[in-house]
């Protein structure tokens, strides 16, 4: 699917992203840096294991809220859908979203974080920060962070002023709109599964 593809792209730029802090516990900053650095460290390998990539993932499910992430990828779609067809969306939805992340990540070069600082008003945030590839392109990201049972979680991130959860509304809008809700779900299926092979190996 090459708009699905073309998104996990654009998220390549901006899952070296990360997380924000946990309230009481750590600046937003030294929280982002933290999680950043676990993932890093855990597939820093050219070919990190499966055991690996589902450690990471682990990471990447405490960072994100990939429920409200779906909701508001799915916006005037979710609320028709059932609790159960709301429950295997955001499963597929969070599968692209981390696959993109764990599977391009050495286009990111950790070692060149640029940490330009965070904001807190009640218990919303925002991380600024500047990553660069492995050619040294500069990139911009601000993460939306909100706290969730003690610690901060992303529900957006920002990459040169652009929502990656936007560019995913607009794509599965467009896709909705020209077929239908299931074909979304196929076509989201269909890229889970042509990346199976890889996760099971061990």
Same mark, same amino acid.
């Given at each position: 699917?090459?708009?699905?593809?073309?998104?996990a792209?654009?998220?390549?730029?901006a899952l070296a992203?990360?997380?924000?802090?946990?309230?009481?516990?750590?600046?937003?900053?030294?929280?982002?840096?933290?999680e950043?650095?676990?993932?890093?460290k855990?597939?820093q390998?050219?070919?990190?294991s499966?055991?690996?990539?589902?450690e990471?993932?682990?990471?990447?499910?405490?960072?994100?809220?990939?429920?409200?992430?779906?909701?508001?990828?799915?916006?005037?779609?979710?609320?028709? $859908? #059932?609790?159960?067809?709301?429950?295997?969306?955001?499963?597929?939805? =969070?599968? +692209?979203?981390? /696959?993109?992340?764990? *599977?391009?990540i050495?286009?990111?070069?950790?070692?060149?974080?640029q940490?330009?600082?965070?904001?807190?008003?009640?218990n919303?945030?925002?991380?600024?920060m500047?990553?660069?590839?492995?050619?040294?392109s500069?990139?911009?990201?601000?993460?939306?962070?909100?706290?969730?049972?003690?610690?901060?979680?992303?529900?957006?991130?920002?990459?040169?002023q652009?929502?990656?959860?936007?560019n995913? $509304? #607009?794509?599965?809008?467009?896709?909705?709109?020209?077929?239908?809700y =299931?074909? +979304?779900?196929? /076509?989201l299926?269909? *890229?889970?599964?042509?990346?199976?092979?890889?996760?099971?190996t061990?």
């Amino acid at each position: 699917m090459r708009c699905l593809s073309a998104l996990a792209l654009t998220l390549l730029l901006a899952l070296a992203l990360g997380l924000a802090p946990v309230a009481q516990a750590a600046e937003p900053t030294e929280q982002l840096r933290t999680e950043i650095n676990q993932v890093y460290k855990i597939l820093q390998t050219p070919n990190p294991s499966a055991a690996a990539q589902r450690e990471a993932a682990a990471i990447l499910d405490g960072m994100f809220d990939w429920r409200q992430m779906s909701a508001t990828a799915l916006r005037r779609h979710w609320a028709q $859908r #059932t609790p159960e067809e709301q429950e295997h969306f955001i499963r597929l939805f =969070a599968d +692209l979203f981390r /696959r993109a992340y764990l *599977s391009q990540i050495h286009v990111i070069d950790a070692s060149k974080f640029q940490y330009l600082g965070d904001s807190v008003r009640g218990n919303e945030g925002l991380v600024k920060m500047k990553v660069f590839t492995a050619r040294g392109s500069g990139i911009n990201v601000d993460y939306n962070v909100f706290v969730d049972a003690g610690r901060w979680r992303v529900r957006d991130v920002r990459v040169e002023q652009i929502s990656l959860v936007d560019n995913y $509304r #607009t794509q599965f809008d467009s896709i909705i709109a020209k077929s239908s809700y =299931a074909e +979304l779900v196929k /076509r989201l299926e269909a *890229s889970r599964n042509r990346s199976a092979p890889e996760a099971k190996t061990d």
